[in-house]
Each structure stands twice: as structure tokens, then as C-alpha cells.
């Protein structure tokens, strides 16, 4: 069975930093595009960034641009996310996503190119 686990979400103050990590077990990604979104309270669930899977094309949401940035280590079957200067509106459930496909869609900001999900973890930014 596949699984991803999402960890290092917390409660952090405005301006502050967390690293967010997700490790794949029960298959190997190491071909695959992974990516993380997350859902904002109220809202539906959203684009953060991706990374293919030699590392050598990422992609970020407009509004992380500069604060975030995704890296893996495929050795590890393992994603992070370095979120830097972070926002209260950052506050949000942040989900690890992976692609079984080792092509990076031009639409990779689509849940759908996804096959397998993490059950997501939280992140709190106060003012």
C-alpha cells in the first residue's frame, strides 16, 4: 500500500519558518513528480509548488514566490517544503501530493495529475 506522511507543520509566528517533509513508503517515487497544496480554511484546496522528479524543474504559486521552496531527495523518497517569512494567510492544511507518471504535465498545478495523497498537515501562522 502507498502512503505518504506528511510532518513538520506547527504553530509559528508571523515572519517565522517551518520545513514541511514527506516521506513515500511502499513504492518508490523517485520517477515521479511530486508537489505539495493546501486548503485554507473556507476554501478549496490550491496549488503550492512541484518539483519533477530529477529535481531540475520546480514550480511555485504566485503568492509563495520567494518565500517557499521545494526540494527532494530521492535517495530518501522524500519532499520538503522551506516556507520562509511566513504569512498568518499561509495558515492552512498542506497536503503532499505524487505523480506515478515520470512526465512533468504542463498542467501540474492540477490536483488530478496526482495519484496518491498524504493526509495533510497543519499549519498555523499568528499575527
Known amino acids: 500500500q502507498v502512503q505518504l506522511v506528511e510532518s513538520g507543520g506547527g504553530l509559528v509566528q508571523a515572519g517565522g519558518s517551518l520545513r514541511l517533509s514527506c516521506a513515500a513508503s511502499?513504492?518508490?517515487?523517485?520517477?515521479?513528480?511530486m508537489a505539495w497544496f493546501r486548503q485554507c480554511p473556507g476554501k478549496e484546496r490550491e496549488f503550492v509548488s512541484a518539483?519533477?522528479?530529477?529535481?531540475?524543474?520546480?514550480d511555485y504559486a504566485d503568492f509563495v514566490k520567494g518565500r517557499f521552496t521545494i526540494s527532494r531527495d530521492n535517495a530518501k523518497n522524500t519532499v520538503y517544503l522551506q516556507m520562509n517569512s511566513l504569512k498568518p494567510e499561509d495558515t492552512a492544511v498542506y497536503y503532499c501530493?505524487?505523480?506515478?507518471?515520470?512526465?512533468?504535465?504542463?498542467?501540474?498545478?492540477?490536483?488530478?495529475?496526482?495519484?496518491?495523497w498524504g493526509q495533510g498537515t497543519q499549519v498555523t501562522v499568528s499575527s
Open positions: 501530493a505524487a505523480s506515478k507518471s515520470i512526465v512533468y504535465s504542463g498542467t501540474y498545478y492540477y490536483s488530478r495529475e496526482y495519484d496518491y
Open positions: 511502499g513504492r518508490t517515487f523517485s520517477r515521479g513528480t
Open positions: 518539483i519533477s522528479w530529477t529535481g531540475g524543474r520546480t
